[in-house]
């Protein structure tokens, strides 16, 4: 049963002093609205993260980066290494753990954009290879087809010259067209079909770059640019259960064995994995997260230390009522309890009220960053899920009983006669 004149006596204490009151609240307040805010951004950058990773996680890149550094088996330094199809087939058979593995290729050369011709407009842009099925490993997950389609498996086995490009080709391109779909474009004297338009989500100067970007199915560009000798770069993926660590060892020293290369050679082939980029990424996010939790349970702690030092001047103000109530025959549990009450209703007040502000706060930023078409951005999704709550309000009650530990002892320990001659 709920004491009424229990709460009507806390809450007329604490009406006494309404400025001190509030000032006290407030810096629970804060510390809560911090832990809301800043937990909400370091969730919501940790789930895109992860979400333009999706299942690309574990994706491999190798390239011929540099000549041999030390002679081998009779062969002289100084040799470049190229990559085969029969390095593909040797990888797929002879690597166990292989899932996928596939060559690509540049039309001029990475980094070197391509001109490309449609009607009266032209433009540079990089010009590459790709597979059915490979967008998320071209650009990852923050790449989706707006208009069309990507390249699929028929178009890579009819040889097929047709063309999925980003929207800042479209946009340059196609100044007046509406639709791109069908239209020819002309690759150093080559003409392709446009099939699809894609564009990649990330924000910043990467993901312009990304959209500046033009696809082929790879068969097709080897046989029309005369690129059939050699793959610039492969990709290859584990199977479940693999590392793509392991494999990224295991693919190295098949490749120095069929090349004849020396194994203290460490220079001549370049990786990109995205496995352990992932986990860098993974512990970003777990530092970031960290990080805010220090922040706010800082904040939170200065919180209550002012609330428990207020209490202890209530204490020192109600002296002589503390020891009017004990010699009355209030027990040191029922003047401690007394304490914790009030300390608890200044801490589980104002933090249920940062955590509402917090939790609103943020759905009004998500909503103003969509409105100014930033949605898609990193910190465009702060995100506070329901573990997340509860532990905020976990936290709250811990506070709250820490706040008043303190000043409840010492109320209890107060000698009802020496408090009654308190002036």
């Not at 990559?83 to 060559?103: C, F, H, N, S």
């Not at 986990?279 to 960290?290: A, D, H, P, T, Y």
Request: glycine share 10%; hydrophobic share 45%.
């Amino acid at each position: 049963m709920i004491d009424i004149d229990k709460w009507q006596e806390i809450l007329k204490s604490l009406s006494k002093q309404k400025v001190r009151t509030a000032l006290t609240a407030f810096g629970v307040f804060w510390g809560i609205l911090m832990l809301v805010v800043l937990l909400g951004f370091g969730t919501g950058f940790g789930n895109k993260v992860i979400g333009d990773f999706g299942e690309n996680t574990n994706v491999v890149l190798m390239w011929s980066s540099n000549s041999t550094q030390l002679p081998y088996m009779g062969l002289s330094k100084g040799r470049r290494i190229g990559l085969t199809q029969e390095d593909v087939d040797a990888i797929r058979e002879k690597v166990p753990g292989v899932k996928m593995v596939d060559g690509k290729n540049s039309i001029g050369g990475w980094g070197s954009p391509t001109e490309v011709i449609y009607e009266q407009e032209s433009g540079s842009f990089s010009v590459s290879g790709s597979h059915a099925g490979w967008l998320p490993y071209e650009f990852g997950n923050m790449s989706k087809i707006v208009e069309g389609r990507y390249i699929n498996q028929l178009d890579e086995l009819q040889k097929r010259k047709v063309a999925v490009i980003g929207t800042r080709v479209k946009e340059l391109l196609f100044k007046h067209e509406k639709s791109v779909l069908g239209k020819s474009i002309s690759i150093q004297g080559v003409h392709f079909v446009v099939i699809g338009v894609y564009k990649n989500i990330s924000t910043g100067e990467g993901g312009d770059d990304s959209n500046s970007s033009i696809m082929v199915p790879n068969e097709t560009a080897r046989r029309a640019f005369n690129a059939m000798e050699k793959f610039d770069l492969i990709f290859f993926t584990p199977k479940p259960g693999y590392s793509a660590v392991d494999l990224e060892q295991r693919v190295k020293e098949l490749i120095y064995e069929r090349k004849k290369v020396h194994p203290d050679d460490k220079g001549v082939l370049a990786t990109w994995n995205h496995e352990k980029f992932f986990k860098e990424q993974q512990n970003l996010v777990l530092g970031i997260l960290g990080f805010s939790w220090m922040v706010a349970i800082g904040t939170i702690i200065a919180g209550v230390i002012g609330v428990g030092n207020i209490m202890l001047i209530v204490i020192k103000e109600r002296t002589r009522e503390i020891g009017l109530r004990k010699a009355l025959g209030a027990t040191p549990l029922n003047i401690s309890l007394m304490i914790m009450h009030e300390s608890l209703v200044i801490t589980l007040l104002a933090g249920y009220s940062g955590l509402v502000v917090g939790v609103v706060l943020l759905e009004v930023i998500k909503v103003v960053l969509v409105k100014l078409g930033q949605g898609d951005g990193m910190f465009a999704s702060p995100f506070i899920d329901i573990g997340t709550a509860l532990l905020a309000l976990a936290v709250l009650v811990i506070t709250g009983v820490l706040a008043a530990l303190l000043p409840a002892i010492k109320a209890a320990s107060v000698n009802p006669i020496v408090a009654l001659q308190d002036e």
